[in-house]
């Protein structure tokens, strides 16, 4: 156990250190040292830009996670449900798959204007898709004998919800939750620099403008921290929990 | 008292590509009194699993009804399927609890879950069951509700022999404390003469009824097999067309 401790810190020991040697030899503004990096990190959280920025992209990731996943959930369930229905909607799912990412932000910024709901629009519709694609896997796979069972056992509507089709579909809402946290970050970013006047991609936008990468890599590794933060101290133990009865 | 009577006319599967219509079940009426313990006997695939849906009220397409003269208290039906089907992300004491109908406290199910053998076991989590622990816990949920009907379909099928014969001698002793009307669905005559007041005897599908039969040998006796194989060899032999189904 102690050594499943370590090895993770050393691999960071050892990527900074790299990262180090790299940046003496080369001796340039475009690879700034780790030691500059978190002294701008520093300076950056102090001054309270850092802080309103990562605020702002932290509001947006949010507001569009919780539609983009309640949003596809519902839809996933409906076409895992709807055999029919799902086998004539899939060549839409298929093509919105695969529409790039910008695309979407562009048409969504052209049609509702450089506004906060164009934002949480561009952002939803890029993940939608994804939600609904996992989701409708897990209501097909939903077991019949248990839910004949719980018909026959007369549970209602709600118990059954509850107890029966709930449980089997939350491993698939939590593989879409860390997927999409993921790709909800990465997409924010853009549209934050294409249309809007505040966020992380709007800062990262400035710092490219100046050049100044050591800018862009202390807010990097602020993102970054924060993404494994969620992913540890939320999803995890959420997955965990779902999982506890198994052997 | 109750008498619950399946009138059955035609169960059939619509036409598929390729094959016409699939008729099931004809013309099939049983009528059970009320405490009574029935055992439906016939070949696999006599559509037995079907008959049973349709009384558990799963499968409504069907020409016929299910009636009883019950009054006052709510006519309410347990089922035991072939495999245990227990919630595998709940505890066996939540599986059982949330059958239950609303109101009914938990006396009955620690009393049940005592005889069964399995109050040590109320926390844990099916996985961790032995398959004859499973159908006992199976077996709690379909007593705990109290049913006026209580469907079994071959539910101790791939059980060791001693742990099935354990597993049936709990059966019996739960349902003589609180007796109601049980259909037994078995292809295994000799299970079914040490379990039921009555054979039922159905045939190849489309499924009707080819015969029945009372059994009158005292319980405590059927704890003997000689008994029991006498019974059989004597049906057999008084009934050619019972010997064809097995």
């Given at each position: 156990?102690?050594?499943?401790?370590?090895?993770?810190?050393?691999?960071?020991?050892?990527?900074?250190?790299?990262?180090?040697?790299?940046?003496?030899?080369?001796?340039?503004?475009?690879?700034?040292?780790?030691?500059?990096?978190?002294?701008?990190?520093?300076?950056?959280?102090?001054?309270?830009?850092?802080?309103?920025?990562?605020?702002?992209?932290?509001?947006?990731?949010?507001?569009?996670?919780?539609?983009?996943?309640?949003?596809?959930?519902?839809?996933?369930?409906?076409?895992?449900?709807?055999?029919?229905?799902?086998?004539?909607?899939?060549?839409?799912?298929?093509?919105?798959?695969?529409?790039?990412?910008?695309?979407?932000?562009?048409?969504?910024?052209?049609?509702?204007?450089?506004?906060?709901?164009?934002?949480?629009?561009?952002?939803?519709?890029?993940?939608?898709?994804?939600?609904?694609?996992?989701?409708?896997?897990?209501?097909?796979?939903?077991?019949?004998?248990?839910?004949?069972?719980?018909?026959?056992?007369?549970?209602?509507?709600?118990?059954?919800?509850?107890?029966?089709?709930?449980?089997?579909?939350?491993?698939?809402?939590?593989?879409?939750?860390?997927?999409?946290?993921?790709?909800?970050?990465?997409?924010?970013?853009?549209?934050?620099?294409?249309?809007?006047?505040?966020?992380?991609?709007?800062?990262?936008?400035?710092?490219?403008?100046?050049?100044?990468?050591?800018?862009?890599?202390?807010?990097?590794?602020?993102?970054?921290?924060?993404?494994?933060?969620?992913?540890?101290?939320?999803?995890?133990?959420?997955?965990?929990?779902?999982?506890?009865?198994?052997? | 008292?109750?008498?619950?009577?399946?009138?059955?006319?035609?169960?059939?599967?619509?036409?598929?590509?390729?094959?016409?219509?699939?008729?099931?079940?004809?013309?099939?009426?049983?009528?059970?009194?009320?405490?009574?313990?029935?055992?439906?006997?016939?070949?696999?695939?006599?559509?037995?699993?079907?008959?049973?849906?349709?009384?558990?009220?799963?499968?409504?397409?069907?020409?016929?009804?299910?009636?009883?003269?019950?009054?006052?208290?709510?006519?309410?039906?347990?089922?035991?399927?072939?495999?245990?089907?227990?919630?595998?992300?709940?505890?066996?004491?939540?599986?059982?609890?949330?059958?239950?109908?609303?109101?009914?406290?938990?006396?009955?199910?620690?009393?049940?879950?005592?005889?069964?053998?399995?109050?040590?076991?109320?926390?844990?989590?099916?996985?961790?069951?032995?398959?004859?622990?499973?159908?006992?816990?199976?077996?709690?949920?379909?007593?705990?509700?109290?049913?006026?009907?209580?469907?079994?379909?071959?539910?101790?099928?791939?059980?060791?022999?001693?742990?099935?014969?354990?597993?049936?001698?709990?059966?019996?002793?739960?349902?003589?404390?609180?007796?109601?009307?049980?259909?037994?669905?078995?292809?295994?005559?000799?299970?079914?003469?040490?379990?039921?007041?009555?054979?039922?005897?159905?045939?190849?599908?489309?499924?009707?009824?080819?015969?029945?039969?009372?059994?009158?040998?005292?319980?405590?006796?059927?704890?003997?097999?000689?008994?029991?194989?006498?019974?059989?060899?004597?049906?057999?032999?008084?009934?050619?067309?019972?010997?064809a189904l097995l």
């Amino acid at each position: 156990m102690r050594f499943a401790f370590l090895l993770p810190v050393l691999s960071s020991l050892l990527f900074l250190a790299l990262w180090q040697v790299l940046a003496s030899l080369l001796d340039s503004s475009a690879l700034p040292t780790p030691g500059t990096v978190f002294q701008v990190l520093y300076q950056e959280i102090v001054s309270g830009q850092l802080p309103f920025h990562l605020g702002a992209t932290l509001a947006r990731l949010a507001v569009s996670f919780v539609l983009a996943m309640s949003l596809g959930s519902l839809i996933g369930i409906f076409f895992g449900q709807h055999e029919k229905l799902d086998r004539f909607f899939d060549n839409w799912l298929v093509i919105f798959l695969n529409i790039p990412a910008l695309v979407t932000i562009i048409l969504c910024y052209v049609w509702f204007g450089l506004s906060e709901v164009a934002a949480i629009a561009a952002v939803v519709a890029n993940k939608l898709p994804n939600v609904v694609v996992t989701v409708r896997e897990g209501a097909r796979a939903l077991d019949r004998d248990l839910l004949e069972m719980a018909q026959a056992y007369r549970f209602g509507r709600w118990k059954t919800l509850r107890h029966v089709i709930w449980p089997q579909l939350f491993p698939y809402l939590i593989g879409a939750a860390r997927t999409g946290i993921a790709l909800i970050w990465k997409i924010i970013l853009v549209v934050e620099l294409l249309g809007r006047s505040n966020g992380m991609g709007y800062q990262l936008h400035l710092f490219f403008q100046m050049f100044n990468v050591a800018g862009i890599l202390a807010y990097t590794i602020a993102f970054v921290t924060v993404i494994q933060l969620i992913e540890a101290l939320l999803l995890k133990p959420l997955d965990r929990h779902a999982k506890r009865w198994r052997r | 008292m109750t008498r619950i009577v399946i009138d059955i006319r035609k169960k059939a599967y619509p036409a598929k590509h390729g094959s016409g219509e699939h008729i099931a079940i004809q013309d099939l009426r049983i009528e059970l009194r009320a405490g009574e313990f029935v055992c439906l006997v016939g070949p696999s695939g006599c559509g037995k699993t079907t008959l049973l849906n349709l009384i558990a009220g799963l499968d409504t397409h069907f020409d016929g009804g299910i009636d009883t003269d019950e009054t006052g208290k709510p006519f309410r039906i347990a089922y035991m399927f072939q495999n245990p089907r227990l919630l595998p992300w709940r505890t066996v004491r939540e599986n059982i609890d949330l059958a239950l109908p609303k109101g009914q406290d938990g006396k009955a199910v620690d009393h049940l879950l005592e005889v069964m053998g399995l109050s040590q076991s109320q926390s844990q989590y099916p996985e961790r069951l032995s398959l004859g622990m499973s159908r006992r816990v199976a077996l709690v949920r379909a007593f705990a509700i109290e049913p006026t009907l209580l469907l079994m379909d071959e539910p101790f099928v791939s059980l060791d022999a001693p742990t099935a014969r354990r597993v049936r001698q709990l059966l019996i002793r739960v349902w003589q404390e609180r007796p109601h009307t049980v259909l037994f669905v078995t292809h295994d005559l000799r299970e079914a003469i040490s379990l039921a007041d009555r054979l039922i005897f159905l045939s190849p599908s489309p499924t009707t009824l080819l015969h029945q039969v009372s059994i009158d040998i005292p319980r405590p006796s059927r704890e003997d097999e000689a008994v029991i194989e006498a019974f059989r060899n004597q049906l057999i032999s008084g009934h050619p067309e019972i010997s064809a189904l097995l």
